[in-house]
């Protein structure tokens, strides 16, 4: 024979105290997590706020107001000045840097050339640039050009001269090769 467990309460009433165990831990746990947040709210509320004087006459309002003014007036100063320096410093970073245009003349120049001379002249809305050098055949200078033509930070390329210098009839036995003398004028362009 086998043992049943009976339950003489009804079901009805374990549901009941089920739902009221369960509701009363569920309770329970809200109430502690929500302490810290209302506790800190009353604190906010009743100790903080408290420090800060209330502006109750018109004077204390308009002291306020005007040093509320005041202080936007510095600040307002201190962006003009700031813009102003700005605008100052757009002005000198507008024109294209130095090392970069040097960067890509040496990706252009080849081994049959030497350069003598390299100016860059600034004027307010473009900058001009003036090569001169040597170089062992018309075929190089010709290179250079090309070269030259087709990067996008170059414009208007021109040879403005390409000749032999003269030299003595002496100093003519002694070099094995004729060297070029050219002068090449171009404009660098802004960005």
């Given at each position: 024979?086998?043992?049943r467990?009976?339950n ?12 009221v ?6 309770a329970?746990?809200?109430a502690i ?10 604190y906010?509320?009743k100790?903080a706020?408290s ?10 309002i308009?002291r306020?107001?005007?040093t ?5 007036k ?6 003009k ?5 700005l ?9 294209q ?12 120049v ?20 003036l090569?001169?050098?040597y ?6 200078i ?21 000749r ?5 009839k ?5 070099n094995?090769?004729?060297?070029i ?11």
């Amino acid at each position: 024979m086998a043992l049943r467990e009976i339950n003489l309460i009804p079901s009805d009433i374990m549901l009941h105290r089920y739902l009221v165990r369960h509701m009363g831990l569920w309770a329970g746990l809200l109430a502690i997590l929500l302490a810290p947040i209302v506790s800190y709210y009353i604190y906010q509320t009743k100790v903080a706020l408290s420090y800060r004087p209330l502006e109750t006459t018109l004077g204390d309002i308009t002291r306020n107001i005007n040093t509320k003014l005041q202080e936007i007036k510095t600040v307002q100063n201190r962006v003009k000045k700031v813009n102003h320096r700005l605008s100052d410093i757009e002005s000198v970073t507008s024109q294209q840097s130095y090392a970069l245009i040097l960067f890509k003349l040496s990706k252009t120049v080849n081994r049959y050339l030497w350069l003598r001379s390299l100016s860059i002249q600034s004027q307010s809305k473009n900058s001009d640039l003036l090569i001169n050098g040597y170089a062992l055949s018309n075929e190089a200078i010709g290179d250079l050009l090309n070269r030259l033509s087709t990067d996008e930070l170059f414009e208007k390329v021109v040879l403005n001269y390409a000749r032999q210098p003269s030299v003595g009839k002496k100093k003519a036995r002694l070099n094995e090769f004729r060297r070029i003398e050219f002068e090449i004028r171009c404009d660098i362009t802004r960005r």
